[in-house]
C-alpha cells in the first residue's frame, strides 16, 4: 500500500465532493433541486489492495472504480414535494470538513516526503 496513492486518491475524492456541494449551493435557491453528494469512498477506492488470507474472510465485491458516483441526499420529511432539498448549512459544514480532510491528506504526504528523503540522505 503506497502512502501517495492513498493520500492522492482521497483529495481526488475530495475534489469531486466539493464541485458537487457547489453545485448545490449554486442550485440553493432553484424550486425541486435535489441536493446531490458523493458516494463514500471505499478502500478499494483508495488504492488499498484487500486479500482474504483466509477462506472465511470476506472478500471486496465490485471491480475497480473509475470514477465516483454522485448520489442524491436523502430528504428529510420536512421538506414538502417539489421543494428544494438543500440545506445550506450543511453544504457549508461539507465544504469546511471536506477543506480539513485535504489540509490532513497534504500534511500526511509532506511528513512522509520528508521522511523518505531523510532516508535517503
Known sequence: MDIFSVASRHMEWLSARQA???????NVNTPGFRARDVAALSPADGGMDLAATRPGHITAAGDEATGFAVVLQQAGKDVP????????EDELMKASEGGRQAGFDASVMKTFHRLLLASLK
Not at 20 to 26: D, R
Not at 81 to 88: C, D, F, K, S, Y
Open 20 to 26: 458537487v456541494i457547489a453545485g448545490n449551493i449554486a
Open 81 to 88: 414535494h417539489g421543494a428544494n432539498t438543500v440545506r445550506l
